[in-house]
């Protein structure tokens, strides 16, 4: 298959995500003054703006890729809720995957900046699992919805969406039916993915969820600590993102290591958002380990150029992976 057929091939995918979907709010200023009740700068509002976020980057990354992106998730029945079902509605994104809790609050990021500069982040959210209903409404909804599904992402942030009963129950009915699953983990259920097809952590994710030091420059040490994790977690591959030092994956009995390409970095925000959404469009299509490494280390690698969290633009990553990948 060639990189154009690849890429034409991506407007064919259904691709599930499950997940913690939030809100990231932005407030824009200017700082002239300190307040008198507190030393604390003054933000003089000129604008604001909420985008998707969470598991949200990685729909909005997937769409991008021209495939056809689902979330499922639980977010509030509150203001921030309807902003998050509004918002899925503008990017003409189903929300037939989004269940509404009385319980739960929506999960929202603001960040107040002044100029260039982030004066404070507000966190609101909650890390406690939904309940007993909604991970069983959740789950019928899921498996609803994952029978013409090409893959399913497991996108979690620790924020009570994601649960080892669910994923337990969602890797089991997609190896049932022949649909793979990628992961990208937290730390509370990082060692809860058995029997998942594609697992990416990141470095750290990685030291934390074995409890393990290695040496990382050390090519054996590294190796040996992917294949403790796949043994682990009885897994069929091992993804693994190593931020300025590239990617290594081990699937399919191969093992690679991808140094990054050389970048000017502005922003490495959603990175790893973006690798993953490349990787599930590559699995789903049954590609080599080498292109699924490949490409999704030139677009990781991509959206770092830009300032903020930005989805992969398909046709640069189509030019560079005709430029670096053609003969992989």
């Not at 990017?91 to 269940?99: D, K, N």
Request: hydrophobic share 40%; glycine share 6%; proline share 3%.
């Amino acid at each position: 298959m060639t990189i154009t057929e690849i890429f034409d091939k991506f407007n064919s995918l259904k691709i599930l995500i499950i997940g913690d979907v939030m809100l990231d709010a932005y407030t824009w200023g200017k700082v002239e003054r300190i307040s008198p009740e507190a030393p604390v700068p003054v933000v003089n509002v000129r604008s604001r703006e909420i985008r998707l976020g969470g598991a949200g980057n990685v729909v909005m990354n997937v769409q991008a890729l021209g495939a056809n992106p689902i979330i499922c998730s639980v977010i509030g029945k509150d203001s921030y809720g309807q902003s998050l079902l509004n918002l899925l509605e503008e990017q003409r994104l189903s929300t037939e995957g989004i269940i509404q809790s009385e319980t739960r609050i929506t999960t929202v990021k603001e960040r107040i900046i002044a100029g260039s500069q982030q004066i404070v982040r507000v966190d609101t959210e909650t890390e406690s699992l939904i309940n007993e209903t909604e991970r069983v409404s959740l789950s019928k909804k899921i498996k609803a919805l994952t029978t013409d599904a090409d893959v399913i992402i497991f996108e979690d942030y620790d924020k009570g969406v994601l649960s080892r009963e669910l994923i337990h129950d969602i890797i089991e009915f997609a190896n049932d039916h022949d649909i793979p699953t990628i992961v990208d983990p937290k730390k509370r259920n990082f060692l809860y993915y058995q029997n998942a097809t594609l697992f990416k952590p990141n470095l750290k994710e990685l030291k934390e969820g074995l409890a393990l030091q290695f040496d990382v420059k050390n090519p054996d040490e590294l190796s040996d600590a992917v294949m403790m994790l796949k043994s682990m977690l009885d897994l069929e591959g091992v993804f693994l993102t190593l931020s300025e030092r590239g990617v290594y994956i081990d699937f399919k009995d191969k093992q690679k290591a991808i140094p990054a390409h050389v970048r000017t970095i502005a922003d490495v925000s959603g990175a790893g958002d973006t690798v993953i959404s490349i990787a599930a469009c590559c699995l789903a299509l049954g590609l080599s380990p080498e292109l699924i490494a490949g490409l999704s280390n030139l677009g990781g690698g991509l959206v770092c150029e830009s300032v903020g969290v930005v989805p992969i633009d398909k046709e640069l990553l189509k030019q560079e992976a005709l430029l670096h990948l053609e003969n992989v």
